[in-house]
């Protein structure tokens, strides 16, 4: 069942009750954040295209943008793994693949994305970074490593809206001449990076 009306039109329902849930929330660690709709597509666009086989996802929140990846996922014959240190979150998000029948290719994994990415042996092709932006600078270590040595695309949600955030991250992954970056204004804004040879 792949991108068809049934699927596109309960993600769109799940979405929408996420942005009302998120305008009850003052406090912004309490909002689920999910990505927005045209990002999600981009993404799932760009698995298919580079025909995906490991994905990684760092920010889980309630799933949304997993159930976009799995979906492309079934396509391309990839798994994902996809990283949330709220529990109850991932068990939300653990819901949604269930009644959307996508949990067969998402590995669900709890707990801090540093200590995951200090101890990966995993192979990824595509990663997507929609996490706590002060910590990105820390997972970069990680993540250049996994680039170099598998080739893949890296995809950074929110770097036009939070901008300032982000800043220091970007500047970092610019300075590196090994790899090739580009910023979309699709959704929040992608930042694109990619490993030059």
Request: aromatic letters at 10%; charged letters at 25%; one cysteine or more.
């Amino acid at each position: 069942m792949s991108l068809s009306n049934p699927f596109l039109q309960r993600l769109n329902e799940l979405y929408q009750s996420f942005i009302k849930f998120d305008a009850t929330q003052c406090d912004r660690i309490k909002r689920y954040r999910n990505i927005e709709p045209e990002s999600a597509l981009f993404l799932a666009m760009q698995v298919r295209i580079k025909q995906s086989k490991k994905i990684l996802e760092i920010g889980t929140s309630t799933g949304y943008s997993a159930l976009w990846l799995a979906d492309a996922a079934k396509v391309t014959g990839a798994k994902v793994t996809t990283l949330e240190i709220d529990e109850k979150r991932t068990q939300q998000a653990q819901l949604h693949a269930q009644e959307l029948h996508v949990d067969d290719v998402i590995d669900f994994w709890v707990g801090d994305a540093q200590k995951y990415l200090e101890q990966c042996q995993e192979q990824y092709d595509f990663i997507l970074l929609d996490a706590e932006r002060n910590a990105y600078l820390n997972y970069w270590v990680y993540l250049q490593k996994m680039l170099v040595e598998h080739g893949g695309v890296l995809i950074v949600d929110n770097v036009i809206s939070h901008a300032a955030e982000v800043k220091s991250f970007i500047t970092e992954v610019k300075r590196d001449e090994r790899f090739m970056t580009t910023t979309l204004s699709i959704g929040s804004g992608l930042f694109v990076v990619t490993f030059k040879n």
